[in-house]
């Protein structure tokens, strides 16, 4: 019998993430390059620096065009001995260094440039938009050289958010080295904002830093909305926009060539880097022109330790509270959040500024809504605001990008349901909690967590193939850590007792973790069996030494099972795809619970309607 890729998603195979044939490796014959070192970067202990002047607002935001496949393929995939058509993307990505463009040539003046490690000489790197449930091979050849001690820039490439198997979820031991390539193969059958970067062991916040990171999206699909029929009704094209957020120091190495700046990497004495100019999809503190309509923004935290605290202002210095004056009918000024890190928010949540402000720690992404046609005909400017958020050090800025409003009213079409995002209703998942676990973040000689550092041997926890675990996230003082565990998407039960931030009640697989924080988070752990990493994604906690590793159920895939293999490389789609899903899931894996659109998910008056296999229905 065979199936079209339609026919599949009627019988939710697909949504579902349990297309896949039945998986097994042979591990690679290639063995990890003895020039790759793992050790620890030293502490920086140079004063912090401030960058050279770089004029605010004077450049354009760059709106990156998603990268193209160099291929495109289909092939058969069975799944519960059903057969059916799987399309798959190939990429190609080369990390090099790259002379970059911090300042334009004007005026007669020459461009400013600076060296980064880049992913295909981008900055960041190549924005990769997928469709849900087209599968996607990316392979990344490692052509960065040596660093400035002589030594080998030996990388490893995370997903994050993506629910990849162990051995291309971007393990911090497997590592690429200079003169090798690694192809790593994606799922994308979960729908939201997601990034890729740097996770070489003990290298991650220097390789992130240094240019190593770019943004992934998957697109939602109808099964996505509470109301299918909405599908199509968020802000898209030209009027839906990437925003990288990152911050950078820069120095000028040579005052005979003050044209070309140098990138400094400054941990402060492995608590940090807190860098004082901030880049939006690489350029400094840019401006974008609008028009007076709604858009859609995906946001990305991309920084290596720093948090931000988003709203809006009328004013790049202060924070304007006076609504009537910037809008027509004195409607509040609002930034409306309707999705997280993994997906989309059950209803949108409106922050009025100045005084309601959205929390991104470093790793977090959100899908937000500005509704520019709200101002008055007299307001031409409106500024992106950061408040200052307690646990960052160092120089702060208050205003990161500016929007130019164009002057007339257009056409919009767009809007945001009342019910926007299917989600899972938490109070299910506790009910059926199987373990309570307890993770202590905190600082000795290095950074810890239940006092111990990373060990590739350790294993922290061993959670049953989609049993549904309580973890307590127990920050044990002196610092915040934005806490990421891989493969798995949690909901936050509680801080220190207290609900959540409304915009925080979704999908999340990063959470801010503030000083002497207990955060609860509920989580299936599924659908992989194997090895994942859970650590601070400030990542120069991650480096020193702020990462464990739990193992979900017994047999897994070994996280180092595909190595990374020498160049030059077979032609991309060359070889059959491998596995990306266990034949048969466990049917507790299957278990559709109830959420926020249906209390009963396989009620036929459900309007996303959702198909078991057989052997796991209930007699």
Known sequence: ????????????????????????????????????????????????????????????????????????????????????????????????????????????????????????????????????????????????????????????????????????????????????????????????????????????????????????????????????KDFGCLPKGEFEIPLVIQDKTFEIPNK?????????????????????????????????????????FRLLNASASRTYQLTLS????????????????????????????????????????PNQYLRIGVAERYGIIIDFSVFRPEVKQVYLRNIVFPGNLGAESQALMRFDLEDGEVADDSFIPDNLGILTRREELEKRAVQTRTFQFGRGGQWTINGRTWSPTRVEANPNQCDIEIWNLVNTGGWTHPVHIHLIDFQIIDRNGRPPLPYERGWKDVVILGDLETIRVVAKFAPHRGKYMMHCHNIVHEDHDMMTQFEIGEGGQDPLSDCAKPLPPPPLGSTTPPPLMEEKLPCKCLEPLPNSCCADPLSPDCPVQITIPERCKKV
């Open 1 to 228: 019998m065979k199936l079209t890729r339609r026919e599949a998603l009627k019988l939710g195979l697909v949504g579902s993430g349990v297309l896949l044939s039945p998986f097994g490796f042979a591990k690679s014959a290639w063995a990890q390059s003895s020039n790759c070192t793992k050790e620890m970067l030293p502490p920086s202990t140079q004063t912090p620096q401030l960058s050279p002047l770089i004029k605010r607002f004077d450049q354009p935001l760059r709106i990156p065009e998603p990268l193209k496949p160099s291929l495109s393929k289909t092939y058969q995939v069975v799944h519960e001995g059903q057969t059916f058509d799987q399309p798959i993307d190939y990429y190609q990505i080369e990390m090099r260094k790259q002379t970059v463009e911090i300042v334009p040539a004007k005026d007669g003046k020459p461009a400013i440039t600076a060296e980064a490690w880049t992913y295909n000489g981008s900055f960041p790197g190549p924005l990769i938009h997928q469709q849900k449930n087209r599968q996607s091979c990316i392979r990344f050849i490692n052509n960065l050289g040596k660093d400035a001690a002589g030594k080998e820039i030996c990388t490893s490439v995370h997903l994050h958010g993506m629910a990849s198997l162990p051995q291309y979820d971007g393990y911090a031991e497997d590592l690429i080295p200079v003169g090798y390539y690694k192809d790593y193969y994606y799922p994308n059958n979960r729908a939201s904002i997601l990034w890729y970067h740097d996770h070489a062991v003990h290298k991650t916040s220097r390789n992130v830093y240094m240019g190593l990171a770019g943004m992934y999206i998957v697109d939602y699909a109808k099964e996505d909305f509470c109301n299918p």
């Open 256 to 296: 005979s060539n003050p044209n070309q700046w140098k990138l400094v990497f400054n941990d402060r004495r492995q608590r940090g880097v807190y860098a004082d100019a901030i880049l939006i999809n690489g350029v400094p503190w840019p401006h974008m022109k609008v028009k007076r309509r709604k858009y859609y």
């Open 314 to 353: 009328g004013d790049p210095v202060k924070l304007t509270t006076d609504a009537d004056k910037l809008t027509k009918n004195n409607e509040k000024v609002q930034i409306k959040v309707i999705g997280t890190d993994a997906g989309l928010l059950s209803k949108a949540v409106d922050l009025n500024a």
